[in-house]
């Protein structure tokens, strides 16, 4: 049984509706600069994109977060991989993940970010699962709100692989 693909999301929306976070995020900080914080890998692609969308100061970290275990589901425990390196005290920091379903992950990593003492925390997902949420979280900035639907591609994975591709889809199955 061969999977055909399905757009979800077309690549010039998606670049359009980065370039619009951008400047959201770049009239919402004003002189500030920020750190984005990129949790990987899923997030890298959307990073990437945000970071030169922004017209403001701003460097990016990365941590590295694991909860689906090469699975479709999440496992719903959230382990730090690799932990963030910069020093964020006093600093404006932008967690940047490409989705926020359950909101296990960002719900851990907004506390465990804390602890070192930023001057704000703020967050922004590409895309958000509200069906799917099982803790009380909403981004700060979100692209596109989406149906619970199991979605590759611009950062998601499916097995490790499509991240590269420059438009989110769904797998169909052909008959």
Do not use: W
């Amino acid at each position: 049984m061969m999977k055909e693909r399905k757009i979800v999301i077309p690549e010039e929306e998606i670049q359009k509706r980065v370039k619009e976070l951008g400047e959201e995020i770049s009239r919402d900080y004003g002189d500030e600069d920020v750190i984005l914080v990129s949790l990987l890998k899923g997030s890298f692609v959307f990073t990437a994109d945000l970071a030169r969308s922004l017209k403001i100061k701003n460097r990016v970290e990365f941590m590295t977060t694991s909860s689906y275990e090469d699975k479709e589901e999440s496992s719903g425990k959230v382990k730090i991989v690799t932990d963030l390196k910069a020093d964020i005290d006093g600093k404006h920091v932008l967690v940047v993940d490409d989705i926020l379903d359950t909101g296990n992950t960002m719900s851990e990593i907004v506390k465990h970010l804390q602890k070192k003492n930023p001057k704000t925390i703020k967050t922004c997902v590409f895309l958000d699962k509200p069906e799917r949420r099982l803790v009380e979280i909403e981004a700060d900035y979100v692209g596109v709100t989406i149906p619970d639907l199991f979605i590759v591609g611009y950062g998601l994975d499916y097995g490790d692989y499509y991240r590269g591709v420059p438009y989110i889809f769904s797998f169909v199955d052909e008959e």
